[in-house]
C-alpha cells in the first residue's frame, strides 16, 4: 500500500508541469510547537548496554528524534548545548524489554474470552507492559484483524504503550489444541486446517493480512486433547510460510515433538521442552540449524506460585499489577486451596525445574535463546509481571543476571528480526528502563521500576504509582 501511494504521488508530480502548475514549496512549521528535536541527554546513571557488555559507571546517552546518538563515558562524550538534561545519578539504565511470546487481547480481570480483544483492553495491556519496562511485544497468536490497525498504531512515533508485532490467527488442530475450554477462540481467531491444502491456504491468508511470524499449535496438551497436529499438516504449513517469507514458531511441551518440528523446518521453538531433559541430538538439531528456543519458565510456575503465596506478592510491583478481579482470586481461600491440591500445579512444579535445566543446557551450547513468557494467554500470566520473574528463573537457571538481561533485549530483537531495538547503541531507539538499582549482582533490581522512556520521550514513572 505504500509502494502503491508513493508512485501514485511520483506520478501526479510528474504531470503538473503539464497541467501548467507548479508545486509550490511548502512553509516548513515554526518553532511554535515544542522543537521535536531538541536533544535530550541522560547522564549520572550506571549504564548495561544489552549486548552483554560490562557495565558503564557514570554514562552520558544523547538522544535525538528517538534514537540514540551517541553512548559513553561522562568525562569524554561530547553533549549538544541545547540538549535538555535528565540527571539520573544513582539509578542504572537497561534497554526496554522485548517480548518474544505474550498475548494481547485474551484475558480482561480473570475471564478469557473472544470479546477481550478490541481496543481498549489491548491498549490496557500494551499500557501496562510498557510501565513495567517491556517495550516491545509479539502477540503470539489468536488475534483478530484489529491487529492490523494497532499494530500500526503502535509502531507510530508518539504512541503509547508497548510497540506491537503479531502473528496474526494461527494454525490449530480440529478437536486439539489449543483447548476450547480455558482457550477460547472466535472464528476470526484460529485456523483448524484438516488437509495441507486448507493449512497452506491460512498461512496463504496470513500473510496477505502481514503477519509478522506463523504460529502453529503441534502437541496435546499433555494428554489432555485427544489429537496432535499431523506431521503433513505443520510440514504444509512450514514450507508455504517460508515460500512467503515468513518464519514459524511452534508451541511444544514434549522433547519428540520439538525435534520432530525442528526436523520439519521450525524456525522458533515457542516454548521449553518440560517432560525430560533435551539430549544431545537435540541440541545438534538446534545448533546446526540455527533455530530459537523461547523457554517461557514464568508459564508453569504462574500455575502454582500465586496459590504458594510467596511474601513479594504483598509489594507493590506485584500488587499494582492486578486488575481487581485478579486481586480477589488470590484472596480466595477456596481458589488457593483447590489451586495447591489440582494435579497440574504438581506437574507445572517439575516443568519449571526441567525448563530451568534445559535452557541452562541450551545456553551452554551456545543455541539461540529466545526471551518470553505466554503473558497474557491466561489471567495468571500477568503482563509486566511475568517478564520480571522469568529474568529470575533465568538467573535461577544458572544465567547471570547479565547474560539474562542480553537475551531479553538484544538477543529478543534479533528474534523478531528487529535491527532498531534492544541494545543501548549509537543508531539504535532510545526505548530504556530506568532503575532504582542496580541489577549487575541481583536480577530482582529490574523490579525496582523508576522511569520507562519509548523513543527518546519518558512514557512512565515509577511502577508504585502505576495502576493497572
Ligand atoms: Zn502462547
Given amino acids: 500500500m505504500k509502494e502503491f501511494t508513493l508512485r501514485v504521488?511520483?506520478?501526479t508530480l510528474l504531470l503538473l508541469p503539464l497541467l501548467g502548475l507548479t508545486v509550490e514549496a511548502r512553509p516548513k512549521p515554526k518553532a511554535s510547537a515544542p522543537a521535536a528535536d531538541t536533544p535530550v541527554v541522560l547522564r549520572g546513571a550506571r549504564l548495561i548496554d544489552g549486548a552483554g557488555g560490562e557495565p558503564l559507571a557514570d554514562a552520558v546517552v544523547?538522544?535525538?528524534?528517538?534514537?540514540?546518538?551517541?553512548?559513553?563515558?561522562?568525562?569524554?562524550?561530547?553533549?549538544?548545548?541545547?540538549?535538555?538534561?535528565?540527571?539520573?545519578?544513582g539509578k542504572t539504565l537497561i534497554p526496554g524489554l522485548i517480548s518474544n511470546h505474550s498475548h494481547v487481547g485474551r484475558v480482561n480481570g480473570v475471564?478469557?474470552?473472544?470479546?477481550?480483544?478490541?481496543?481498549?483492553?489491548?491498549?490496557?495491556?500494551?499500557?501496562?507492559?510498557?510501565?513495567?519496562?517491556?517495550?516491545?511485544?509479539?502477540?503470539?497468536?489468536?488475534?483478530?484483524p484489529l491487529l492490523q490497525q494497532l499494530r500500526e498504531q503502535q509502531h507510530g512515533e508518539r504512541?503509547?504503550?508497548?510497540?506491537?508485532?503479531?502473528?496474526?490467527q494461527g494454525i490449530g488442530v480440529p478437536q486439539g489444541a489449543p483447548p476450547t475450554d480455558g482457550m477460547p477462540a472466535g472464528e476470526d481467531q484460529l485456523y483448524r486446517p484438516d488437509t495441507p491444502d486448507k493449512a497452506r491456504q491460512a498461512v496463504?491468508?496470513?500473510?496477505?493480512?502481514?503477519?509478522?511470524?506463523?504460529?502453529?499449535?503441534?502437541?496435546?496438551?499433555?494428554?489432555s486433547l485427544a489429537v496432535k497436529m499431523k506431521p503433513e499438516i505443520?510440514?504444509?504449513?512450514?514450507?508455504?510460510?517460508?515460500?512467503?517469507?515468513?518464519?514459524?514458531?511452534?508451541?511444544?511441551?514434549?522433547?519428540?515433538?520439538?525435534?520432530?518440528?525442528?526436523?520439519?523446518?521450525?524456525?522458533?521453538?515457542?516454548?521449553g521442552v518440560r517432560d525430560q531433559l533435551v539430549d544431545a541430538d537435540f541440541l545438534q538439531l538446534m545448533k546446526e540449524r540455527r533455530v530459537w528456543y523461547v523457554p517461557t519458565v514464568a508459564l508453569d510456575e504462574a500455575t502454582f506460585i500465586y496459590a504458594d503465596a510467596p511474601a513479594w506478592m504483598g509489594e507493590p510491583f506485584f500488587q499494582n499489577a492486578l486488575q481487581p478481579a485478579l486481586k480477589a482470586q488470590f484472596t480466595d481461600e477456596a481458589w488457593v486451596s483447590k489451586t495447591l491440591a489440582s494435579p497440574k500445579a504438581e506437574s507445572a512444579r517439575k516443568a519449571v525445574e526441567l525448563n530451568q535445566n534445559n535452557l541452562k543446557t541450551l545456553y551452554d551450547v551456545g543455541a539461540r535463546l529466545g526471551f518470553g513468557t505466554d503473558s497474557g494467554a491466561t489471567p495468571l500470566r500477568i503482563p509486566g509481571v511475568a517478564e520480571h520473574r522469568e529474568l529470575l528463573l533465568m538467573t535461577g537457571a544458572g544465567l547471570?543476571?547479565?547474560?539474562?538481561?542480553?537475551?531479553?533485549?538484544?538477543?529478543?530483537?534479533?528474534?523478531?528480526?528487529?535491527?532498531?531495538?534492544?541494545?543501548?547503541?549509537?543508531?539504535?531507539?532510545?526505548?530504556?528502563?530506568?532503575?532504582?538499582?542496580?541489577?549487575?549482582?541481583?536480577?530482582?533490581a529490574t523490579q525496582q521500576l523508576h522511569a520507562v522512556w519509548r523513543r527518546g520521550r519518558q512514557v512512565s514513572g515509577p511502577i508504585t504509582a502505576f495502576k493497572p
Fill in 159 to 168: 504512541a503509547t504503550g508497548a510497540d506491537l508485532f503479531g502473528a496474526d
Fill in 62 to 89: 544523547v538522544i535525538r528524534d528517538g534514537v540514540i546518538v551517541a553512548v559513553g563515558p561522562a568525562a569524554s562524550t561530547p553533549v549538544p548545548d541545547t540538549a535538555r538534561t535528565v540527571d539520573y545519578t
Fill in 204 to 223: 496463504r491468508e496470513m500473510a496477505s493480512h502481514k503477519a509478522d511470524l506463523v504460529k502453529l499449535w503441534l502437541d496435546d496438551f499433555e494428554g
Fill in 234 to 271: 505443520y510440514e504444509a504449513v512450514i514450507d508455504e510460510a517460508h515460500k512467503k517469507g515468513l518464519r514459524v514458531a511452534a508451541h511444544i511441551h514434549d522433547l519428540e515433538d520439538a525435534k520432530a518440528v525442528v526436523r520439519a523446518g521450525v524456525d522458533i521453538v515457542a516454548h
Fill in 400 to 444: 547471570t543476571p547479565l547474560q539474562a538481561l542480553t537475551v531479553a533485549t538484544r538477543d529478543a530483537a534479533a528474534l523478531l528480526g528487529l535491527e532498531d531495538r534492544g541494545v543501548l547503541a549509537p543508531g539504535k531507539r532510545a526505548d530504556l528502563v530506568v532503575l532504582d538499582a542496580d541489577p549487575t549482582s541481583d536480577i530482582s
Fill in 9 to 11: 504521488r511520483a506520478f
Fill in 111 to 144: 475471564k478469557v474470552e473472544p470479546g477481550n480483544y478490541n481496543r481498549a483492553n489491548i491498549q490496557r495491556q500494551l499500557r501496562q507492559y510498557e510501565a513495567y519496562g517491556v517495550t516491545t511485544v509479539m502477540s503470539l497468536g489468536m488475534n483478530r
